[in-house]
């Protein structure tokens, strides 16, 4: 959920120059870790899977080493890096902070405090929202639902709003948790019956859904073919609604004890794996139309509200029985129960392993397999309660107690950055004119690397980055030399 947000990137993205244009998009490099934001709550693809590599080689054979510690106040907020900032929340008492802090340093760069109560009506205190980066900006909601857009170079306030007197919604038990979600130009937040969004560069509501109890998981965008979605984890059910407008488009009520619904859904196709704890458990629907119909459910994985990650076809996750397990995407069958570290643990995956951090603060590295538990290192990073997802990034483990200790561990090199190749000049050629004119240079067509990444994504299962990149050099690349075998790999998928 973020909740108690604690908790729980596809894809670290690195800026790669290509001739003339410079793209954006996933770079993998075998062998070594590669430095990318995770802007988000959950990383870009708001999976809470990174493909950052080289960081546990480098960790089995160097150790690890505390770059920093700092203390930024109590609460749940997860970490954002963005560039060679990171950015989070927590309070002293009586007031929130939101902090931008230099990455490699522990720094403070600038801080934003405004009086904030310490705690909601169901305690456990400090915000639990994660902030979310988007460009020049830095969005940020308190667990009284104080909305606070920054710049992200000095700290200064762009616009700020209490979203839930605005709308007279409803603030659960255990406040608001839900982290911010930037969708085109609008932050969409869980907040009131199903949601609300703003515009991103004013703050004005663009629309609503009524002023119920919200949910406490942050809201997750996915497509169904051309179709723009937002999986909303409400009060009492899951929310798919349209992300123009906040029209539904299909529900399925999912009601626990407390009304407690944290842990993200999960999406796959057009999938949905949602799971809570306080006796629901968990199942899997299938989006048909207008209808979310259950393929399977059962209380094998009752997420109290740090969310499973989805790798390869299994999920893994922690369940309300204090285990830890792996589970058969399509069938919902344990394929293994290992002794866990705490209900409230959680994990992410980076370079194709999980890293997790145990509720009372130790680091673990696993490999996600289902034949079984495989541990492959730990380091003891914290004390205290750590509820809080971990976030690799960059070579660095960001992880956070509730008391407010937020510590840098170094477990790999830090990756070089990807600079834009500036124009090369070159002399006007000699042409003959009964020569063939040699096709142009693969480094002057983006398209290619495009489909290299789609390729990417392909293999690590990842078929709906895969299929938007392939769409992209279909539509916008049709002169280049590879805008035919994206159109093959693109009919090959669908």
């Keep these: 959920m973020d909740f108690f947000t604690s908790t729980t990137c596809r894809r670290l993205l690195a800026s790669v120059a290509i001739a003339a244009a ?20 959950r990383g870009p693809d708001h999976s809470g899977i990174s493909d950052e590599k080289g960081w546990l080689e480098h960790w089995l054979k160097n150790g690890t080493k505390q770059l920093w510690k700092k203390n930024v106040g109590v609460g749940y907020s997860s970490v954002a890096v963005g560039g060679d900032r990171v950015y989070t929340m927590g309070n002293d008492g009586r007031s929130d902070t939101i902090w931008c802090l230099n990455a490699d340093t522990g720094e403070e760069i600038w801080k934003k405090s405004y009086s904030c109560p310490k705690a909601p009506k169901g305690g456990y ?27 992200t170079e000095s700290g200064e306030v762009v616009w700020k709003k209490n979203v839930q007197k605005e709308l007279h919604a409803g603030i659960p038990q255990w406040g608001l948790s839900g982290s911010p979600l930037v969708e085109g130009n609008l932050l969409i937040l869980n907040v009131g019956t199903a949601g609300v969004a ?71 196709g057009n999938k949905v794996f949602i799971s809570s704890g306080y006796g629901a458990g968990c199942a899997l629907l299938k989006i048909e139309g207008k209808k979310l119909t259950v393929l399977w459910q059962n209380k094998n994985m009752a997420n109290h509200f740090n969310s499973c990650v989805l790798w390869k076809g299994h999920l893994y996750g922690f369940d309300w029985s204090k285990r830890f397990k792996c589970l058969d995407f399509a069938t919902g069958k344990v394929k293994w129960s290992q002794r866990s570290f705490g209900r409230e ?99 002057s067509d983006p398209a290619e690397g495009k489909l290299g990444m789609a390729k990417s994504c392909l293999s690590a299962g990842m078929k709906e980055k895969a299929k938007t990149l392939l769409k992209d050099i279909v539509e916008n690349h049709k002169d280049s030399r590879y805008a035919r075998d994206a159109e093959k790999l693109l009919e090959s998928i669908k």
């Excluded at 410079?22 to 709550?41: H, K, M, Q």
């Excluded at 909601?141 to 710049?151: D, E, I, K, P, T």
């Excluded at 009060?235 to 399925?252: D, M, Q, T």
Aim: glycine fraction near 10%.
């Design 22 to 41: 410079v793209v954006t998009f996933p770079l993998l490099t075998a062998g070594r870790a590669v430095a990318a934001d995770w802007p988000n709550w």
């Design 198 to 268: 703003l515009d991103k560069a004013s703050g004005k509501i663009v629309w609503k859904t009524g002023g119920g109890m919200a949910g406490y998981a942050a809201p997750v965008p996915f497509e169904m073919g051309k179709q723009k979605c937002v999986a909303i984890f409400a009060e009492k059910s899951l929310e798919i609604v349209n992300p123009a407008n906040g029209n539904n488009l299909c529900r399925h009520h999912w009601k626990t004890r407390y009304d407690v619904n944290a842990a993200d859904p999960i999406i796959s």
């Design 125 to 151: 205190p400090g915000p639990r929202a994660t902030p979310a980066v988007d460009g020049k900006h830095v969005f940020t909601m308190s667990h009284n639902g104080q909305v606070f857009c920054l710049n």
């Design 345 to 443: 643990s959680s994990l992410m995956i980076a370079g194709g392993k999980m890293v997790i951090m145990e509720a009372r603060g130790t680091l673990v590295v696993v490999e996600p397999s289902p034949t079984g538990y495989k541990e492959l290192a730990r380091v003891k990073a914290l004390s205290g309660t750590c509820w809080t997802v971990p976030v690799l990034s960059g070579g660095r483990v960001f992880c956070r107690s509730h008391q407010g200790e937020l510590v840098c561990i170094k477990v790999g090199p830090k990756p070089p950055k990807t600079e834009p190749k500036p124009p090369v000049k070159k002399a006007k050629p000699n042409v003959d004119p009964d020569k063939k004119t040699k096709p142009a240079s693969s480094e």
